[in-house]
């Protein structure tokens, strides 16, 4: 009865078939009909779905509209909101911030030979395979989370821990994410569409039940249990060395315990070491499956307008830098932060591949929005597309790809602004966003070095329209090696 208010905005009815094959037009028509917000029932759910005009008020204005609220109901996990002394997101954000942002050129020395490990592999994988006529990668988009899980391993654990077990159980356990993001979607299954609030009880346990503790107990849940409990039991000197100012701590898992240290008895308690595991499992959730989304995008992009490779290749060029000693090339934080096109092409990629109903927040009272209200514990979206093809922003050609304009304009890729929304906005925009478009250069960069991409039949297909954040477009990737 909430909803039948006079003053909220108006609920309009979408056809099943509409809203999941074809989103954009389907909402967007609805919003030009209707207004600049409407109401409409999805899977069980009332969401408000704005235009773009609201777009910044909705994801900024954190009194009225709260993130933390939004996502852990998305998630089905509002009890981590409820643990005393405890904040799921902010912890996190600041974890990022000091222990990735703070130490990314360290980071991304470390993880640079894994880039060029796991291309050379690739593309040795695409020469070899046995379809010979299209010599079609294997699934690539399977690669790049396993390139992006060995990567967050060494990251957070250290390069020891980046055992095969360990990463694949990363790549398990980041499934999930996409599992439990779904049920905010669940767009292909007949059966979510038909029994929304039932599909997503039964996904809620399968996931939390299930597939969380197995993967969890099998590799990396006693890998953080031992670190922090070795931790534990040598704080005392380690905690002192580490807080010297020229000791960084070696990975986010021992950052994480030096910070949660309790400074009086120089002991991580079992409380503490449980929030840390709870902790490092946000972040591989979080930066896993999203950065590998959108890797695969920037590839396919790149692979189906083959006008941008060659200047690409000249960018590397002119960045990459020589070790006189080993004789090697590489690249650093400092040699792609000059590379602009690169930065350039991935902005353009994230803007157009077609985000629809992504950043999300939730009305904490009984939110005034536009010319209505909002009624109090509403999702309330934001339409991207219509934010990232505004034509009052983006001129006439708006919806047109133009990968090198942000070049000019001096808009790295990791800037969120009212137009681009991709991150996020406000004080929740993402906070590994700088970790991943430069693990996103990296992947570019040392594929086109060693090969040209290009796609069967030249193009690829948006597997969702409804959700191009957790599920990667279909394609078939070839990788032609440069020397063959
Ligand atoms: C290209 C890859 C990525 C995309 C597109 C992306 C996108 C987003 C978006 C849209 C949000 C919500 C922001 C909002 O609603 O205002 C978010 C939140 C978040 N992201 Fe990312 N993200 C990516 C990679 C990463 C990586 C690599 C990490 C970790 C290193 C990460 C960590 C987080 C965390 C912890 C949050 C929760 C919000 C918070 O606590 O502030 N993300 N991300």
Redesign the pocket.
């Known amino acids: 009865s909430k909803h039948n208010r006079r003053d909220a905005p108006p609920i309009v009815d979408l056809t099943v078939e509409g809203m999941f094959s074809r989103t954009r037009e389907v909402y967007q028509n609805a919003l030009k009909r209707f207004g600049p917000i409407i109401g409409v029932w999805r899977k069980g759910r009332l969401e408000y779905i704005t235009n773009e005009i609201y777009a910044k008020q909705v994801?900024t204005t954190n009194d009225l509209f709260s993130?933390e609220k939004a996502?852990a109901q998305i998630l089905n996990l509002n009890v981590v909101l409820y643990i005393p002394g405890r904040s799921?997101?902010?912890d996190?954000?600041k974890l990022?911030s000091e222990s990735?942002d703070h130490n990314l050129d360290r980071i991304i020395k470390s993880v640079y030979p894994i880039f060029e490990r796991r291309s050379r592999e690739l593309c040795l994988a695409t020469t070899r395979s046995s379809d010979a006529h299209t010599r079609c990668s294997p699934d690539f988009f399977v690669e790049t989370q396993f390139t992006m899980a060995e990567v967050?391993v060494t990251v957070i654990f250290g390069k020891d821990h980046a055992t095969s077990a360990n990463i694949q159980s990363v790549v398990a356990l980041t499934a999930v994410f996409a599992t439990l993001t779904g049920m905010q979607y669940q767009n292909t299954s007949r059966f979510g569409r038909t029994f929304p609030r039932l599909y997503r009880m039964i996904t809620w346990i399968r996931v939390m039940a299930v597939t969380v503790p197995f993967e969890l107990c099998r590799s990396i849940g006693p890998l953080i249990w031992r670190i922090t409990g070795e931790y534990a039991r040598k704080s005392g000197p380690r905690a002192t060395s580490m807080a010297t100012p020229n000791e960084e701590p070696s990975s986010v898992l021992i950052y994480a315990c030096d910070k949660y240290v309790n400074p009086s008895t120089m002991r991580l308690n079992r409380k503490d070491r449980l929030w840390i595991v709870v902790l490092m499992l946000?972040?591989l959730l979080?930066?896993?499956h999203?950065?590998s989304?959108?890797?695969t995008f920037v590839i396919y992009e790149l692979a189906r307008r083959p006008e941008y490779l060659q200047p690409l290749r000249e960018e590397l060029k002119t960045i990459v830098e020589h070790d006189s000693a080993s004789g090697r090339t590489g690249l650093t934080l400092q040699s792609l932060s000059l590379a602009t096109k690169a930065d350039s092409f991935i902005r353009e990629v994230?803007r157009l591949k077609g985000d629809t109903l992504?950043?999300?927040?939730m009305s904490t009272c009984d939110a005034p929005l536009g010319p209505y209200i909002i009624p109090k514990g509403c999702l309330v979206i934001p339409f991207s597309t219509l934010v990232h093809e505004d034509p009052t922003v983006f001129g006439a050609d708006a919806s047109t790809f133009n990968g090198f304009q942000w070049v000019e304009k001096s808009k790295p890729a990791v800037m969120a602004g009212a137009s681009h929304?991709?991150?996020?906005?406000?004080?929740?925009?993402?906070?590994?966003?700088n970790?991943?478009?430069n693990?996103?250069k990296l992947l570019l960069f040392n594929l086109i070095q060693i090969a040209t991409p290009s796609l069967h039949e030249g193009t690829f297909e948006i597997t969702d329209a409804m959700n191009t954040?957790t599920v990667p477009p279909r394609a078939a990737l070839s990788l032609k090696a440069l020397d063959v």
């Open positions: 994801l993130f996502n799921f997101f902010k996190l954000v990022i990735i967050m946000g972040l979080a930066s896993v999203t950065t989304v959108v890797a994230m992504a950043q999300v927040r929304i991709v991150f996020g906005l406000g004080r929740w925009a993402c906070p590994g966003r970790l991943a478009v693990e996103i954040v």
